[in-house]
């Protein structure tokens, strides 16, 4: 039987005795302590998370775009076939009133009042699923373009917060794809939101251009702004700036504190069909892309140059 201990004998001469002295023998390699693994390194983590970045990326592209088409079937359908409904119903409200002369005065009193509220109240709810309609997709984006829906909602904005909102552009025949159109508009409705919540702005002014194959839309406004190391990361600034980066481009806001704040979005014409962005520098928090800044400066400062006079 094999013993757990070996024995080292050692002689050595101690008052004329031979003494035996025995040690522990080191355990086996079996129960030595695993070796330690070796962290990833950030580069090497940062760069596995790419893939899965532009994937997600992708996908967001994807379920925008399959979003905005049901929008815009859906506001096709509640405009074209409810609204018919509707404008034909008031149609027979019409003719019914029309044939109550041979009630007895009394009774034609009565029917006419109430036949004349059901009028009305057919009339309102015209009113509420065009706007229904409009909010899900405005037609006047698909039918006249960027330029066109962006002056619509400008002139909805002012009529329900009375807040004077202008449109101006380098020119009225702007050309604009349709992602990037839809992109554009949906940004500009964000920032009006904002406006009507946050600025206690008394004035808004737009301005779209078309430029090195770029479109950029600069809003500023006139009300009290934020400290520029308080740029507040809301919901809706993070997705207006994820809208305009997954089509290639890139969102900045510009705060003034008690002078008002401009956002300024810019998107470039052509962008991969795919959906597939560049990655994002998170350091610099923009895209890593080639971006002309002479573009959002020019346009800021004009825009910023309109409101002061």
Known sequence: MRRQHA????????????????????????????????????????????????ALRTLSAR????????????????????????TFLNFEISWLGERLSTLPDAEYAD??????????L?????????????ELRPRVLDQFGLLAALEWQAREFESRYRIPCKVSASSKSIAVEGNVSTAIFRIFQEILTN???????????????ENAGRIALVVH?????????????SLGILGMRERAMLLGGQLDVTPVLGEGTSVAASIPQAHP????????DRKKGSLSMSLN??????????????CAH
């Open 122 to 134: 057919v009339g309102t709810l015209t009113q509420t699923v065009r706007k229904v309609a409009s």
């Open 273 to 280: 069909s795919n959906g597939n962005t560049r990655p994002i």
């Open 63 to 86: 379920l925008e775009e399959a979003r905005e088409e049901e929008r815009t079937v859906l506001s096709r359908r509640v405009h074209d076939e409810l609204g018919q409904m509707l």
């Open 195 to 209: 406006v009507a919540r946050h600025a206690r702005a008394t004035e808004v002014r737009a301005h779209l251009e």
């Open 7 to 54: 024995c080292c004998y050692v002689i050595a001469q101690m008052h004329g005795k031979i003494c035996t002295k025995t040690k522990a023998a080191p355990r086996a390699a079996s129960m030595r302590a695993p070796a330690r693994r070796r962290a990833p390194s950030p580069d090497s983590a940062s760069a596995a998370a790419l893939p899965a970045s532009a």
């Open 111 to 120: 029917v006419t009042e109430r036949l004349e509220g059901m009028s009305e």
């Open 293 to 306: 800044p002479s573009i959002l400066d020019a346009s800021t400062t004009r825009v910023a140059a309109r």
């Open 221 to 233: 406004d006139n009300g009290r702004g934020f400290a520029a190391d308080e740029t507040p990361e």
